[in-house]
C-alpha cells in the first residue's frame, strides 16, 4: 500500500515560527487564530497505520489549506505524532477562515478516506481559538500564553471526542471557543450557521473552559434557526 499522499509534501517551515519580537529581540504579546488538530484513536493503531494517519493528515490539511487560500509556509506549527498545534499568521480574513477551513477540511479528510474501511479511517478533532501568545526564539518549546492552552484543551474535550464515537459518519469534530463563537460565529460573516452550535463547558486543573461544539445535522426551526441551548458539562481530560 502505497503512503504517498494525495498532495505535494508540507514544505519546510521555520522552525522559531512568525517573527514576533520588537527591534531589541524582546518578544511580545500578539492576538493570533490557534488551530490544533489531533487524530481520534492514534495511539490504537500499529506503526504502519499510524504512519498512513500522519501522511493522510498531512494532505488533507494541506488541501484544506489551499483551498481555503491560505498558505502553510506562513504558519507556526507545533507537531506531534498524531496532530499540531498551528498559529496562523497576522492579517488573515478570521471570519472567512473560522468558517471555510473545517469544511475544507471535511472535505479533504472525506478524499483521503476514500476506499478505507471503517476500521482505518482517518478521523480528526480540531479546536478554533483566537487570543494572545508570545513566540519567537525565546518560545524555545512552542508558543506560550492562553491562545495555545485554550485550544488544546478544548481539542480534549469528552464532548468532542464524544461526538466522533456517536457519529461514526463524520470525519472531523470541531470546536470553538466562547471567544470565537462570540466574536465570529455568531456574526453572520461566518460560514458556520451559529444554531449549528451546542454549548459546552469544563474545568482542568481547577480552571474553567468554555466552547461551542459543531453539529452540522441541528434541526433548523421555521424562524431559520434557535439559540443554543443550556450548557452541557463535561468532565475536563485529565492529563
Not at 115 to 140: D, E, I, K, N, Y
Not at 164 to 183: H, K, N, Q
Amino acid at each position: 500500500m502505497s503512503l504517498t499522499p494525495t498532495t505535494p509534501p508540507l514544505r519546510a517551515v521555520n522552525p522559531q515560527g512568525p517573527a514576533e519580537a520588537d527591534a531589541g529581540g524582546e518578544p511580545r504579546l500578539v492576538s493570533r487564530l490557534v488551530l490544533a488538530v489531533d487524530v481520534q484513536g492514534y495511539s490504537s493503531r500499529h506503526a504502519f497505520d499510524q504512519l498512513e494517519a500522519q501522511v493522510g493528515l498531512c494532505a488533507a490539511l494541506e488541501e484544506a489549506a489551499a483551498a481555503t487560500r491560505l498558505d502553510r509556509t506562513d504558519w507556526y506549527l507545533q507537531r506531534a505524532g498524531d496532530g499540531e498545534l498551528a498559529v496562523l499568521p497576522d492579517g488573515i480574513d478570521l471570519a472567512h477562515v473560522v468558517g471555510a477551513f473545517p469544511l475544507a477540511l471535511e472535505r479533504s479528510l472525506g478524499e483521503v478516506n476514500g476506499g478505507r474501511g471503517r476500521g482505518r479511517r482517518l478521523r480528526v478533532r480540531m479546536a478554533m481559538h483566537h487570543g494572545t501568545l508570545v513566540l519567537g526564539p525565546q518560545a524555545s518549546f512552542g508558543p506560550a500564553g492562553d491562545a495555545p492552552v485554550v485550544a488544546s484543551r478544548l481539542l480534549d474535550a469528552r464532548a468532542l471526542r464524544r461526538l466522533l464515537d456517536e457519529r461514526p459518519d463524520r470525519d472531523l469534530a470541531l470546536a470553538v471557543s466562547d471567544l470565537v463563537y462570540r466574536d465570529v460565529v455568531s456574526t453572520g460573516f461566518c460560514a458556520l450557521p451559529p444554531h449549528c452550535f451546542r454549548p459546552i463547558r469544563m474545568t482542568v486543573k481547577k480552571i474553567s473552559y468554555q466552547g461551542y461544539v459543531f453539529h452540522p445535522e441541528a434541526e433548523i426551526n421555521s424562524s431559520g434557526g434557535r439559540p443554543p441551548g443550556k450548557a452541557i458539562a463535561f468532565p475536563g481530560a485529565v492529563r
